[in-house]
């Protein structure tokens, strides 16, 4: 599932080197501020949809109900913030409470799976929403929280939008270490397993449940970290970051790039930053837009992106280097 | 006591409306394992088309119960053209399945603001159920009663469909052992595609037949959308009856709970759902086809 | 390509807008902020033109679309480059559309947006910016106990509207137990506050308040529980009052119904239908106003639009005559952004699609409210129902009759604020 093999090592070191360059290198070929933060927002989307991934391409149960979590995170930090703690403690305690609600979660939506996976979390997510929304005392209700200052750790100021992309840019790239080691490790294997047999795997005696409860904890985690980068980011927390569609788009962004790759979420979290803040400026009916490149992908590349795009790029390779027409059979193998 | 009278009488119809957005819902999933989530998008379109028939923007002008089987005849075909244009070829892929359906939705939704406006749509109650039916000092609409009795037809039109007739066999054979149903020789792919567009068709006639209560606006499809969810969930996936008793528990959930705990009003239609699925995960009529 | 150029040469928007890769605006090489009167006023706009509240946001931007054909698109003496930018009606898309439109697009003044919460999404960040905004949202606080010097509300706060209505409901229906119904959220709270505070000084008193969720797909659960009153009142926003108001007609009752400036809103009248007749409404504009520049305005809209105008539209047309006029004094020169803010504050004027308006100390409009009645007699440009009007109060501020200091001293109207009283 993760990358391919085949590639040899040493080329596949200097292209992550390259691609990490490339990330450094971003605010200062773009000076104009307003692209910075786009890409900025595209990163901490990519850590939100890194963290579902987790659950739906390695552990093979879909959830509509990560705003919640990314939410109640979001939201501790802006109420501690506002009610005059320091960001350190407000960072620990809602990275806390966020693993403490996701554990919570897991408790709840793991006795089932499928589609009834989806819906208990679909329903504790618009729980979470509903008290968001509903609890004026400690949330202001749709009215928000407003975050006054982004922090400066070590003297080093997030104010700028180039001083959030980089703070952001380090990290992303942990998450996306911890996730690389995460799928390579043991338990990542078992994983896969419990998604691909679970019945095999139970008779093998792995405890199914217990892996996928650490799966979702470290789901839980990446999440939580995306909702405080975006309380950061934004300044400013409502309701709405936590709706249906909020979830529905982490989802989207996760299928879209391919479920169940390291780059996959990543490159779903661009095209939907990218098609909502950016092309909206340029093509009113952007939505429609949006929708049409859903179906598209799922036309051209049911996959997602990213092995889609592998895989006519192989096919292509082949067809180059034997200039036959052999075998486009080794395409669908999910 | 009318208070009560009222919210029962409500509950009822809301439950009836409910039925003919979900069975179709319930039948695809049951069938085909679709999770259609462009269910509510038909909805809206059916309201949309239906009340534009009406209107007689297009030259004609179609009285409301033939401009609701022309709408929902039309919402069939969409559905059957995406069945075989796009569902068709994504076969046990649900994470493709969503990603199409959601996609497929956002395209609606985007389509019916730029072709009808954004501005909300009164449809007009049927003449001759204008009126009130009085009963006991309470009036209750004549139409809301109408709106009962087709819900009741319809679950009994679609029962004797599923329990009497070659396709109805067909259906229940499909969703009990889809590899045996194909072995004995069922054309399970035609049959997709008829299920698919009779789901389609009955989202699209009860958006038509909502239309005078609810109206027709942008956001409708995304309103209805979680109240089918819930039903089917509830009732149980692939069930006729489910969806009908989903239906009426959620009409009478949806109502009271509003009513009488307003304050939870944002958890009522969820907590009895999870509810369920903790305790009973295929739903209370899981398994029963009818 | 949905974005106005309307400067007459060809805008640098336009020609990146035709390069398919907006990449290249992002090696950032643009033309340094010029001399005023030279380079095209730039003007933004946050709007919704996707989605549940796109009616409202497609309206504003007729509004401003409108005002600007009007003047051929030059006001105060300079051209103008008009960016409208959706937001998708989210906090987290309006932040990010306001940075476009400061940032990218170096606009001079920000009209919108539309919601409460957008507008609170971005308020910290058009003050950091200094960038004048005449918003459209209604959010009670931000011209009130927490101003924001660079923010203009030429529209109404959420109560303002429903501070007359509460007067004349008391004093004029001589309404005495009222059942308020309307969204569960901060634009719903601060209209019902304002009614019943308003309501209650006059001898009024709401004796339940019901809060339906802003998707509801079905009322009537909620209209079963009015008994026990005198009159109603609603402050539905968007397609809702349409659907309230049928709900209640269809469960057979017969209270009086008032509304604010959303419920009754000029723009349904093309599809209110028997169940809104008898509705009485109090709005910042009404398409009643027989002025010369009223006149102007709706035929505008019907020329270019084919559209009955509401309030979204007037409002920020009359948005686009106070930025004008300020530009105007001070010569065509919004470069000095504080300078330019003390202009648009200090705007007077007489004739404008709702009337006389002028700015109290905190930024917020003072200004004319109408109350009407919802009738068949009268209509007009092809409607089956009309807006009448019945009465007009004159300067009213967002205080409505109390002294400012008075009215500042309690809490923001809220759910539970004022509290319900016994009666």
Redesign the interface.
């Known amino acids: 599932m993760s990358a391919p093999d085949k590639t040899p090592h040493a080329g596949r070191y200097i292209a992550i080197a390259i691609a990490i360059l490339a990330l450094i290198a971003v605010p200062y ?7 910075v ?2 890409a900025s ?1 595209i990163l901490l989307y990519a850590i939100f949809a890194i963290g579902i991934n987790v659950l739906v391409g390695y552990a093979g149960l879909v959830s509509l109900g990560h705003a919640g979590l990314f939410g109640i995170a979001a939201y501790i930090v802006a109420y501690l913030l506002a009610a005059g703690h320091g960001h350190v403690f407000a960072i620990v305690a809602a990275l806390a409470i966020g693993l403490a609600a996701t554990a919570c979660f897991a408790a709840l939506a793991l006795r089932a799976t499928g589609i009834s996976f989806i819906m208990i979390t679909l329903a504790l997510g618009e729980i979470i929403w509903g008290v968001a ?2 609890w ?1 005392s400690l949330t202001n ?4 929280i ?1 975050v ?1 200052a982004r922090p400066a750790p070590f003297g080093f100021s997030l104010a700028s939008a180039k001083g959030f992309y980089d703070a952001t840019l380090i990290v992303f790239l942990l998450a996306v270490m911890a996730v690389t080691i995460f799928v390579r490790s043991p338990l990542g294997a078992a994983l896969c397993g419990t998604r691909d047999q679970p019945r095999r795997m139970r008779a093998l005696g792995y405890h199914v449940w217990m892996i996928r409860f650490w799966a979702f904890m470290l789901s839980g985690l990446l999440t939580s970290v995306a909702g405080i980068l ?1 309380v950061y980011y ?3 927390i ?1 309701p ?2 936590l709706a249906l569609t909020a979830s529905a788009e982490g989802l989207l962004m996760v299928i879209s790039g391919g479920a169940g790759t390291l780059l996959g979420p990543i490159v779903g979290a661009a095209l939907l930053v990218i098609v ?12 429609f837009m949006l929708g049409a490149t859903f179906v598209a992908i799922v036309v051209f590349m049911p996959e997602g992106l990213v092995p889609g795009a592998v895989r006519l790029a192989r096919s292509a390779l082949k067809a180059g280097a034997r200039q036959k027409t052999q075998s486009p059979l080794a395409v669908t193998k999910r | 006591m009318t ?1 009560w009278l ?2 029962t009488v ?1 509950s009822v119809t ?1 439950g009836g409306l409910l039925f003919l957005l979900s069975a179709g819902f319930s039948l695809i999933f049951g069938l085909m394992r679709i999770p259609n989530l462009t269910h509510g998008s038909m909805f809206m379109v059916g309201a949309y088309l239906g009340t534009t028939f009406l209107s007689g923007a297009l030259g004609f002008k179609l009285n409301f119960w033939l401009a609701a089987i022309l709408a929902a005849v039309e919402v069939a075909i969409l559905g059957g053209l995406m069945e075989r244009l796009l569902l068709r070829r994504l076969a046990g892929q649900p994470l493709a399945q969503v990603l199409v359906t959601l996609g497929v939705s956002f395209m609606v ?2 389509l019916c ?1 730029m072709g009808w ?6 449809v ?1 109650t049927p003449p001759g159920l204008a009126g ?1 039916v009085r009963w006991g000092g ?2 209750f ?1 004549l ?2 009663m109408a709106v009962i009795a087709i819900a009741v037809v319809f679950a009994a039109a679609l029962w004797i469909m599923l329990d009497r007739t070659r396709l109805g066999a067909m259906i229940r054979a499909g969703v009990d052992d889809p590899q045996m149903a194909r072995v004995v020789g069922i054309r399970v792919s035609q049959l997709f595609t008829i299920v698919f567009a009779l789901g389609a068709g009955l989202a699209g006639f009860a958006g038509m037949i909502g239309g ?4 027709v ?4 499809d ?3 959308l979680p ?1 089918a969810l819930v039903v089917v969930i509830l009732g149980g996936t692939g069930s006729l009856l489910g969806s009908f008793v989903g239906s009426i528990i959620i009409g009478f959930i ?6 009488l705990l ?1 304050e939870l ?2 958890f009522i239609l969820f907590l009895p759902m999870v509810l369920v699925l903790l305790l009973r995960p295929q739903g209370l009529f899981g398994g029963q086809i009818i | ?3 106005k150029f309307m400067s007459g040469k060809v805008s640098r928007r336009a020609v990146l ?1 035709g390069t398919a890769v ?1 990449a290249a ?4 090489r643009f033309p340094t902020p010029a001399i005023a009167d030279t380079e095209p006023f730039r003007l933004g706009l946050l709007t919704v ?4 509240l ?5 309206q504003m931007e007729q509004g401003v679309l409108t005002y600007l054909k009007e003047k051929n698109y030059t006001i105060g003496g300079r051209k103008v480059d008009f960016i409208s ?2 937001t ?1 009606g ?4 309006t ?3 306001a ?2 439109l400061v ?2 697009d170096k606009v001079d003044v920000i009209l919108g947006p539309l919601a ?2 957008e507008l ?2 971005i ?3 058009i003050k950091e910016q200094k960038t004048p905004t005449l918003s459209l949202a209604a ?1 009670d606080n931000l011209t009130q106990r927490t101003p924001n010097p660079y923010l203009l509300r030429a529209s109404a706060t959420s109560s303002q509207a429903m501070q007359p209505m509460g007067h004349y409901a008391a004093t004029e229906l001589k309404l005495k137990r009222v059942v308020t119904v309307t969204e ?3 634009f719903g ?1 601060e209209q019902m506050g304002g009614f019943q505070a308003a309501f209650a000084k006059d001898g009024g008193c709401v004796v339940n308040k ?4 802003l ?4 009322y ?3 209209v ?2 009015i ?1 026990d009153c005198d009159g109603v009142c609603q402050g539905f926003a ?2 809702n009052p ?2 309230f108001m ?2 209640y007609a ?3 009752l017969k209270y009086p119904v008032v509304t604010g400036e959303t419920g009754g809103d000029d ?2 009248l ?4 028997e169940e809104a007749i008898g509705l009485i409404g109090c709005c910042p504009y009404t398409i009643d106003l027989e002025t010369e520049a009223n006149h102007r305005f709706i035929d505008g809209m019907i020329k270019n639009y084919d559209s009955i105008p509401g309030q979204y539209a007037a409002l920020l047309y009359v948005n686009c005559q106070v930025v004008d006029a300020a530009l105007k004094a001070t010569g065509g020169d919004a470069s000095d952004k504080d300078k330019f803010m003390a202009a648009l504050k200090a705007v007077n004027l007489t004739d404008t699609p709702r009337g006389p308006l002028k700015f109290d100390h905190l930024n917020n409009v003072i200004g004319t409210f109408y109350i009407r009645r919802v009738q068949t007699e009268g209509a007009k440009y092809g409607l089956k129902v009309w807006n009448k009007t019945i009465k007009t109060y004159e300067n009213v501020s967002q205080f409505w009759t109390w002294p400012e200091a008075e009215f500042l001293a309690h809490p923001v109207y ?2 539970d604020y004022p509290p319900l009283t016994k009666c």
Request: proline share 7%; net charge positive.
């Open positions: 070929a773009i000076t104009e501020s307003y692209y933060n786009i927002q929304y509903r004026i209700g749709d009215n928000g407003s006054a975006f934004n300044q400013f409502s709405q970051a909502k803040n950016v092309v909206s400026a340029y093509v009113t009916r952007w939505n | 208070f009222l919210l409500n809301f939704a985007d603001l406006g954004g501005d909300p749509i009164s007009g009130f309470a009036a609409p139409y809301r005078p209560i609810l109206s606006y942008p956001g409708l995304q309103d209805m109240l949806y109502n009271f709970g509003q009513a307003p009003a944002y | 390509m949905s974005r807008a907006g605006a992002a090696l950032g033109k996707t989605g549940p796109a009616q409202g946001g497609i930018a959706d998708g989210n906090p987290a898309g932040k990010t559309k940075q476009e940032e990218r409460a919460f609170y999404a308020s910290d960040y959010a569960d959220f901060a709270y019901l809060w339906p969720p998707s509801t797909p079905d009537t659960p909620y079963a529980q008994s968007g397609s349409l659907r049928k709900a269809g469960a057979g723009a349904l093309k599809n209110f239908g809220s759910r």
